[in-house]
């Protein structure tokens, strides 16, 4: 069996983000004797860590139990692990050309057990809790906290109930059902389902999880950025002699409750206070238009967020109204060390989703694509430049919809003389879609088939860009490519095939851009093909001119997005096919 090496006893205290005052670790975090804040912080004793870590870190596996020595729990045996944590950082190949992002760095959390980084979460508070002797709890949740806290609280054998908004989809309540969960669907908000969850817990005196506020919480979200300082170490090297592992310059998640930002700042002043890392991230934090109180109360200058008490998105697992005391302190860390608070439409997320599906074979959940959307909104406003180091958490599958899992516990309810209608149901789907006329598909083929195949030819030195480009036009179209790597073979490519579209690079050695036009242009039968130009430089005043009237569009390398590319596309050759 495979053991965690246990920890070396590591001395925790307690001390209050507000005031200072230092206590006695305890557990449920209490409230600050002092000043009364919510916010008390676990402190270690950083100077033993730095010293021990690197010899016990080699013998250690790469989960975020790896950093035990920073994790509020005393005893080995309480722990309850599924393996969560370790994900990899992954690069994005396709992505980072399209971008011109070549230091942009996935940390897959959907590559934990419940397929969110909730799991984190999960691990480590309901160990403690099982530290603690706690056998019984209530948690409010958009969905992704309840799947996890009820996978693990199956595992530890605690009793958990789930409170969550009637938005959140059904596949996800039927999952918390099967851990054995008690599934509660307020029909409300998050914000309000929160208090009704508090209410309840408090009637019949149970513990209620405190989200942020618990030292659990924000103790385990630092595990990723400590994973990502190690990571980025091993791909980039350390930043410095003496200096083991690295920072990226922005951190970018969607948030919510705030937590995995908070955690992951705390990481980081971790990791800097012992001489680990040489500077600490700047933070990107998006929102959901239809609910961004952090973003509207950042942009108004406030220091404590105006709720939203009427979220209208449709991405529901990151739709907290009134994020309370996460928001002033993410405020704070943004305020003095630089980040944003940025906001994307439901439909930006969205497009983002199968962006990332398509174009690097990643599928996620809204929640995560938003970060994306984000990630593409900051860098065309040159918030976040294309040549930084930056890590975005992909934490959230596309939920695997198995519809009949359920089917079980609603036959068990049927009496057995009702069998035969429902069999009956069956058949009858069976013999509607046998009736379905058989030749649609086979004359949807066939139509296809007459429609006309585009020939486009892609001219460009780099190989690599222009696979990247044949890739956007076959995923979306019926196109016949061409691809010439000089500008020489270009012309003569084009002058073979008499393409209907032709995207062209500026930049070649032995020929550039600007003389194939100038060539194609005293052709009388190629000079009315439409040229997309596709190029990776800024171009000069003179350059621009020269370009104008003989190009249908311009696209700057690093800035398009194939939708963009794919609508130009599409707009050309139906124009052409009108003229
Ligand atoms: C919980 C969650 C978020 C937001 O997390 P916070 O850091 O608590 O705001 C984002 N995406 C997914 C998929 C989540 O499950
Ligand atoms: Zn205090």
Request: with cysteine; hydrophobic share 40%; glycine share 8%.
């Amino acid at each position: 069996m495979l053991t965690i090496p246990s920890a070396i006893p590591i001395e925790i205290e307690l001390e209050c983000g507000t005031c200072g005052h230092r206590q006695a670790y305890q557990i449920p975090t209490p409230i600050c004797p002092k000043c009364g804040s919510e916010w008390m912080d676990a402190r270690y004793d950083y100077e033993r860590v730095r010293r021990l870590w690197p010899d016990i870190l080699q013998q250690r596996p790469f989960t975020m139990w790896r950093y035990r020595e920073l994790l509020p729990l005393h005893n080995d045996e309480y722990q309850i692990t599924m393996g969560e944590g370790g994900t990899p950082l992954l690069r994005t190949h396709n992505l980072s050309m399209m971008l011109g992002t070549p230091n942009l760095f996935i940390k897959d959390e959907r590559q934990n057990p419940t397929n969110s980084f909730k799991d984190r979460q999960a691990a480590l508070v309901i160990s403690m809790l099982k530290e603690a002797g706690v056998t019984e709890m209530a948690v409010a949740s958009t969905g992704n906290v309840a799947i996890s806290y009820s996978a693990y609280s199956s595992h530890a054998g605690l009793k958990l109930w789930t409170f969550l908004p009637s938005l959140v989809p059904s596949e996800k309540m039927r999952e918390i059902a099967i851990y054995g969960s008690e599934v509660v669907k307020v029909t409300s908000t998050y914000d309000e389902t929160k208090k009704v969850a508090a209410r309840f817990a408090k009637h019949k005196d149970i513990l209620i999880d405190r989200g942020i506020r618990d030292i659990g919480t924000r103790e385990s979200m630092k595990t990723l950025a400590i994973e990502v300082a190690e990571q980025l170490a091993a791909e980039l090297g350390p930043p410095q002699p003496g200096i083991p592992w690295r920072t990226p310059d922005w951190y970018i998640q969607s948030v919510s409750g705030g937590l995995g930002p908070a955690g992951f700042w705390k990481g980081y002043q971790e990791l800097y206070q012992m001489g680990m890392v040489n500077k600490l991230p700047k933070l990107a934090l998006i929102q959901a238009s239809g609910c961004a109180p952090m973003v509207h109360s950042y942009n108004k200058g406030l220091s404590e967020a105006e709720p939203v008490t009427n979220p209208n998105t449709r991405v529901i697992t990151i739709a907290t109204g009134a994020p309370g005391l996460a928001y002033s302190y993410l405020y704070k860390v943004i305020q003095q060390h630089g980040g944003i608070f940025e906001e994307v439409t439901d439909e930006e997320t969205f497009r983002a989703l199968h962006v990332l599906a398509k174009m690097e074979g990643l599928s996620m959940e809204a929640a995560a694509a938003a970060a994306f959307a984000g990630l593409f909104k900051l860098l065309s406003k040159g918030i976040i430049q294309r040549h930084e180091t930056v890590v975005i958490n992909c934490s959230g599958h596309t939920f695997p919809v198995e519809k009949y899992l359920l089917e079980e516990d609603w036959l068990k309810v049927v009496p057995p003389e009702s069998e035969a209608p429902v069999i009956d149901t069956v058949a009858g789907i069976i013999t509607s879609s046998s009736q379905k006329p058989a030749s649609e598909d086979l004359l949807g083929a066939l139509e296809q088939l007459d429609t006309h195949v585009r020939r486009i030819a892609v001219i460009e030195d780099n190989p690599e860009a222009a696979r990247l480009l044949r890739r956007i036009l076959q995923t979306r179209g019926e196109f016949q490519i061409d691809e010439a790597h000089t500008g020489k073979a270009g012309l003569k490519l084009i002058q073979r095939t008499r393409p209907d579209l032709i995207l062209l690079d500026m930049m070649m050695p032995d020929m550039d851009g600007f003389a194939v036009l100038d060539q194609m242009k005293s052709d009388e039968s190629l000079k009315d093909v439409p040229v997309i130009v596709i190029t990776a430089k800024e171009l000069t005043k003179e350059e621009s001119r020269r370009l104008q009237g003989q190009i249908q569009m311009l696209l700057q390398k690093g800035s398009f997005m194939d939708d963009e590319l794919l609508e130009g596309i599409k707009a050309l050759l139906g124009e052409e096919k009108g003229g």
